[in-house]
């Protein structure tokens, strides 16, 4: 591989600006490609309303959600005319503060430029990142809060400041008030420790007084982390994050009496994901990384370990909602690991041959990029995330077509309109209501679901306005109403099971 004393000071910012542009390269194509997901629509929404009332600023502490990346999204909705692509931005910069943090923890973790390039480079192109580096979803911005408080851990623990300390204590109060799992951070803080330098046992006094400061300066991130934290308590409904905790987890009780129920079928979805997320050559690359260590690199080695693998196995073993994105800001370790397992390959000394390699390594997921950015139904998206993203009623397939059409039913000026939507929140209505959210002229209700019949606040409204109904095909359970006319059906991806469209329907008065 090209030598660490070869690489000179242009030729390093030469090689991370091409990384940099593959990377929003990656993120910024076609962003709105992919519909608009369920929680993408909430977190849209909420953002709205938080803008609008200031006294809703802490809305989604009522369900039990952290408001951070709502009250991003609050500034930045103004300059965008799709509200979407706002939210996706939020993530495509976050996902950018996480390339450049793995550049920097890798370079000061291996003290090597090319793994740290190399990293950087995975972190671009990974097919895992790339897909929810490009979602308004919170994972993301949680994993950027999680590389840099490790970050600012590491250098901490060989160089005790204050600074530091205060400053690593804001990033993890920054993801305690993103997304609970954040507390992950604050539990492996001690796993900083295998990297302290000052560790002597010829000298434990010496060592004794430097581990007493840095538990000192650990309380010191505590306390800015969990008094971030606490600003929440500020907003009604603090205690929901507790509550709704339940739904996603298991309780200690239950664990101890089942230690595997959980534990053996997860362990069976990390088989089927990374694989198919990372793309077999990076995950291949990582095992390399971790089990082929030089003596001088075990340190760092076990706290990516650590680091990675004690979060998978947690969530493994007590989750009871399951799916690939939860795992996000958990899995970047593996690509410093990986960085550091082609190094360790030896392949030769040729650059031109190190470039195929790397080259060739990366074949494989940007194709699978490829089909991201062009045609998401196609890409060999897992079964958990295709059901959701692309197939189900939480994929909001035909939403903007939906939009386009009330837009050219607005522009004509006769009446004012009602759409009826399945549910009462979610890809419906909430993933209608954020493009009308100033048009008086336009009210979208939700109805609840399954609709079994037209429900009569629809029939009352179409006296005066022109009325709609939005519904998927797979719940809506009206046959052969007369009042109702299929004006057009918007297809989803095709699953196992069969294939879901969204159905625009006009409600006629017969009156």
Not at 163 to 170: F, K, N, S, Y
Not at 223 to 251: N, Q, T, V
Not at 302 to 317: D, E, G, R, S, Y
Request: glycine share 6%.
């Amino acid at each position: 591989m090209i030598g660490e004393k070869c690489m000179t000071k242009r030729s390093l910012l030469l090689v991370l600006g091409i990384i940099i542009l593959v990377f929003f390269f990656l993120r910024l194509t076609n962003l709105t490609l992919l519909p608009i997901f369920a929680d993408e629509a909430i977190y849209v929404r909420w953002a709205q309303i938080m803008r609008a009332e200031p006294t809703l600023r802490f809305l989604p502490l009522s369900d039990g959600k952290q408001p951070f990346f709502m009250w991003i999204l609050m500034f930045l909705l103004p300059l965008f005319s799709d509200p979407l692509l706002g939210g996706r931005l939020i993530s495509v910069m976050a996902g950018f503060g996480s390339l450049v943090g793995i550049f920097l923890i890798s370079r000061l973790l291996f003290k090597n430029r090319k793994t740290a390039l190399l990293a950087a480079l995975f972190y671009a192109v990974v097919p895992f990142f790339v897909f929810f580096d490009r979602m308004a979803l919170v994972d993301s911005l949680l994993a950027m809060f999680g590389i840099w408080f490790f970050l600012l851990s590491v250098l901490l623990v060989n160089n005790l400041r204050l600074d530091l300390a205060m400053i690593a204590g804001m990033v993890l109060g920054g993801g305690l008030i993103t997304k609970s799992p954040a507390l992950f951070f604050a539990l492996l803080l001690p796993s900083t420790l295998v990297l302290a330098s000052w560790v002597d046992l010829k000298k434990p006094k010496k060592t004794m007084r430097q581990l007493i400061k840095l538990v000192g300066l650990w309380l010191v991130i505590y306390f800015f982390g969990f008094a971030i934290y606490s600003l929440l308590r500020l907003g009604p409904g603090f205690e929901m994050i507790g509550l709704r905790s339940k739904d996603y987890i298991f309780p200690l009780s239950w664990l101890l009496s089942h230690p595997f129920d959980s534990l053996k079928p997860h362990l069976g979805y990390y088989a089927e994901w990374f694989p198919n997320l990372f793309t077999w050559p990076i995950l291949f690359l990582s095992l390399v990384g971790l089990v082929i260590v030089d003596r001088k690199k075990r340190r760092p080695v076990l706290f990516l370990f650590l680091v990675a693998f004690l979060p998978l196995l947690a969530q493994a073993a007590v989750a009871k909602v399951f799916t690939p994105r939860y795992l996000l800001f958990a899995c970047w370790p593996l690509l410093i690991l990986a960085a550091l397992g082609l190094g360790r390959l030896r392949l030769t000394k040729n650059k031109l041959v190190c470039l195929m390699a790397i080259i060739g390594v990366m074949v494989l997921p940007l194709f699978y990029d490829y089909q991201l950015l062009t045609d998401p139904q196609k890409a060999p998206l897992p079964r958990r995330m295709r059901s959701g993203y692309l197939e189900e009623w939480c994929s909001g397939y035909g939403i903007k077509e939906v939009v386009e059409f009330i837009n050219q039913r607005l522009s004509l000026g006769q009446r004012n309109i009602v759409v009826g939507t399945e549910g009462y929140f979610g890809t419906l209505p909430n993933g209608l209501e954020i493009y009308f959210d100033k048009e008086r002229k336009v009210l979208i209700l939700g109805v609840g679901v399954p609709i079994n019949q037209v429900p009569d606040s629809l029939k009352e409204a179409s006296r005066d306005n022109e009325v709609y109904l939005v519904v998927n095909r797979s719940r809506m359970l009206v046959k052969n109403d007369s009042q109702l006319i299929l004006l057009k059906s918007f297809p989803k991806a095709e699953g196992p099971s069969g294939q879901d469209a969204l159905l625009l329907y006009q409600l006629k008065n017969e009156e």
